[in-house]
Structures are given as structure tokens and as C-alpha cells.
């Protein structure tokens, strides 16, 4: 069965910490993305990857970096977490450009 | 301008009616098409793919017009269980993956 992880369902970090979230996929799949999701915005695309060590910037990179060292983990940090960045984060896989994309469960982050 | 525009809905129906979400996007190079669906905190699973000829599951028929951009899913005789977050999906040539904002669906006895 198909399986995407996501480290952790809530987390709770104060303003300026440094914040990890992983994702792993078992898969094999290609490429990988991050998204975040409010009430009102659908998900915004913030970093994606498409092959080991390789990351393009989706349409809201800012704050927000990533890692993608082996093909099946892709992190997304928070380099100094700020309120706004409160949100649901879902990560995602692909195998390739035309097949469906596989969620993990979510990570509800709260800044405080 | 969003490279995906939906419909933003909420579009509250009765039990076995028909209802039809539409979905724009910007980027002429796109690839791939898809329709999502989220219930309440979970995460998205894909209801079907979206072919150039159109195409059909059950009572979901989803149709794509790449000359005008945009695709569409038809809903007939709604369910009570089809109430739920649909999203559009749009693959593009350089690997990305872009959503429309979603359109909440809600069917009512």
C-alpha cells in the first residue's frame, strides 16, 4: 500500500525557532512537494523537488526552505517560525508528470 | 492572477440533484489534469483524472477544454456522502503540481 509520512500530526513552536518537517514517501516516486493549506486559500505551493538535491520555489517560498538528500525524505524548515506561518502542511508525491499524487496526513503547525 | 481558478462555491444541494464545478488555468503547457477530493481534516485523494476526450466514473463525468483552459466535473444524483472539498488539480510541464482553491459541496436530505 501506498505510504506517505509526515513526522508529526500537531506541533506547537515559538516565534524564531528553527522548525523541521519531514516527510517520508516509500514509493520510489520522482518528485516530491510541500504545501500549505488556510481556510479560504486551497493549498499554496511552496517548495517542490523533482529529483535528489534538486528544489525549485513554488509560488510562496518565502520564510520557508528544504532538503531533499536522499529520494525518499523531503523536509521543509522554517528558519525562524513566525506567527503567520501557523498553517496545515501537507506534503505530497508523484511518480512522474501525469500520474495522481499521494498526500501524508497533514502536520497542524502552530507558531505561538 | 492564481494559475488555478475555481469556483469558489459553497454550493449547498439537494439529495439527487445535479451539480457542476469549473476550474481555469493559466499556463497553456500544462499536462496533466485531476480532480480532488478533502473531506473534513483529512488529506486529499484523487476522485479521477481528466482526459482530452472527457470522461466518466459512475456519476462523475469530468471534461477538460484546453483551448479555453479549463475543466469541469459534473456531479449527478448528488449523495449525501458526496459532501466534501473538490479541488482541481493541475500538473505542470516542469514538474510542479498547482490546486484551485477548492469548492465545498454540501448535500442535504
Known amino acids: 500500500d501506498v505510504k506517505v509520512t509526515q513526522s508529526s500530526r500537531y506541533l506547537v513552536k515559538r516565534t524564531g525557532e528553527k522548525v523541521f518537517l519531514e516527510c517520508v514517501q516509500d514509493?520510489?516516486?520522482?518528485?516530491m512537494f510541500w504545501y500549505r493549506q488556510d481556510p479560504g486559500l486551497g493549498l499554496r505551493l511552496i517548495y517542490f523537488?523533482?529529483?535528489?538535491?534538486?528544489?525549485e520555489k513554488g509560488d510562496i517560498p518565502e520564510g520557508y526552505s528544504v532538503s531533499r538528500e536522499k529520494k525518499e525524505r523531503f523536509s521543509l524548515i522554517l528558519e525562524s517560525a513566525s506567527t503567520n506561518q501557523t498553517s496545515m502542511y501537507l506534503c505530497?508525491?508523484?511518480?512522474?508528470?501525469?500520474?495522481?499524487?499521494?498526500f501524508g496526513q497533514g502536520t497542524r503547525l502552530t507558531v505561538v | 492572477r492564481k494559475e488555478v481558478e475555481q469556483d469558489p462555491g459553497p454550493f449547498n444541494v439537494p439529495e439527487g440533484a445535479t451539480v457542476a464545478f469549473n476550474c481555469t488555468y493559466s499556463?497553456?503547457?500544462?499536462?496533466?489534469f485531476f480532480w480532488y477530493r478533502q473531506d473534513c481534516r483529512k488529506e486529499p485523494k484523487l476522485l479521477m483524472s481528466?482526459?482530452?476526450s472527457g470522461n466518466e466514473d459512475g456519476r462523475f463525468t469530468a471534461q477538460l477544454n484546453r483551448a479555453s483552459q479549463y475543466i469541469s466535473l459534473l456531479i449527478r444524483d448528488s449523495k449525501l456522502s458526496d459532501s466534501a472539498t473538490y479541488l482541481c488539480?493541475?500538473?505542470?510541464?516542469?514538474?510542479?503540481?498547482?490546486f484551485g482553491a477548492g469548492t465545498r459541496l454540501t448535500v442535504k436530505p
Open positions: 488539480v493541475v500538473k505542470g510541464n516542469n514538474n510542479d503540481m498547482r
Open positions: 499556463n497553456s503547457a500544462s499536462q496533466s
Open positions: 505530497a508525491s508523484t511518480r512522474d508528470r501525469v500520474t495522481e499524487a499521494f
Open positions: 481528466v482526459y482530452s
Open positions: 514509493m520510489d516516486h520522482e518528485n
Open positions: 523537488s523533482y529529483d535528489v538535491k534538486m528544489k
